[in-house]
């Protein structure tokens, strides 16, 4: 990190503290009413008003208080010319609302993740359920946390006793084999859960609720700040053959049960779908 560079503390207060504000707003638009509703890459993958308004006003902060940052954010992108930055420039890696399906229908379990990367390295991380006020956070070397108390994920070591946790992307053909893939896998393990927020499945793995998590075809927003705080609470957090984490997978479990789990993924051609 060169000097100037804020040390990954300070990016997680001030991440910590735009995403409360965030998880607000999206929890008020929500008692509103949902509204704005529209589609994205295919009928089922919707975005409302309270997805842009959130980044909106993210981004609003995030120039105020740090003008040469860059910004990443789903709904509208890089928000900035500066974003990929030199050395030492931190970008924001946005999910306004993780879970929008689930807050379309008012299921309390989506929220507001915000990582901070510098030189492609995520940092610092938070993600706030914004239904519930529950939040993790993490920074690089530092530690995972739930409200002041240090997560360590799971200590399960056997597969077949393991509750895993995934999810299926929008598009149909994607989701058949992902379907595919459970099918084969489920017998495997002790059973699965789909929450229908990849950031929060990744908190959950990092604080033991359920003891590993994967899923195919997430975006960085998804991850970035759910996969540090897995790292960080002492998960393996990658893809496939040594592959980082990304759109092909993201596999998260404890040292123990990344092997077994990553071997039968591997088996199912859980990567070999589109
Ligand atoms: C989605 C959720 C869901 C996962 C999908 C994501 P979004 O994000 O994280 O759990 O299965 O792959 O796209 O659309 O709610 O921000």
Not at 4 to 15: F, H, N
Not at 99 to 106: D, E, H, Q, R, S
Not at 196 to 207: F, N, R, T, V, Y
Not at 249 to 272: E, K, Q, S, Y
Request: glycine share 14%.
């Amino acid at each position: 990190m060169q000097v100037g560079t804020p040390a990954p503390d300070e990016l997680l207060k001030v991440a910590v503290e735009i995403v409360r504000q965030a998880a607000d707003t999206a929890r008020r638009m929500r008692a509103e009413g949902v509204s704005g509703i529209a589609t994205k890459s295919t009928a089922t993958d919707v975005v409302t008003a309270a997805d842009r308004a959130v980044e909106r006003e993210v981004v609003a902060t995030l120039r105020s208080l740090r003008p040469g940052d860059a910004v990443l954010g789903e709904e509208y992108g890089d928000s900035d010319v500066a974003v990929s930055g030199g050395p030492g420039v931190v970008r924001w890696i946005l999910d306004p609302i993780d879970g929008t399906v689930n807050y379309l229908y008012g299921l309390p379990h989506y929220a507001v993740s915000l990582a901070a990367e510098v030189d492609g390295q995520v940092v610092a991380g938070v993600v706030r359920n914004a239904a519930t006020g529950d939040e993790w956070t993490a920074t690089r070397g530092g530690g995972a946390y739930r409200e002041g108390r240090r997560l360590r994920g799971s200590t399960e070591t056997d597969l077949g006793q393991a509750l895993v946790a995934t999810g299926f992307g929008y598009d149909a053909a994607r989701r058949t084999h992902q379907a595919g893939v459970l099918n084969r896998l489920i017998a495997h393990v002790r059973d699965i859960r789909r929450y229908g927020a990849a950031s929060l499945d990744l908190c959950m793995a990092a604080e033991g609720l359920v003891d590993a998590y994967y899923e195919r075809g997430l975006n960085l927003w998804d991850h970035a700040a759910g996969g540090l705080i897995a790292t960080e609470a002492g998960l393996r957090v990658g893809g496939l053959n040594g592959a980082g984490p990304g759109p092909d997978l993201v596999i998260a479990a404890p040292p123990a049960l990344f092997g077994p789990l990553h071997d039968h993924l591997a088996r199912c051609g859980a990567t070999d779908g589109p």
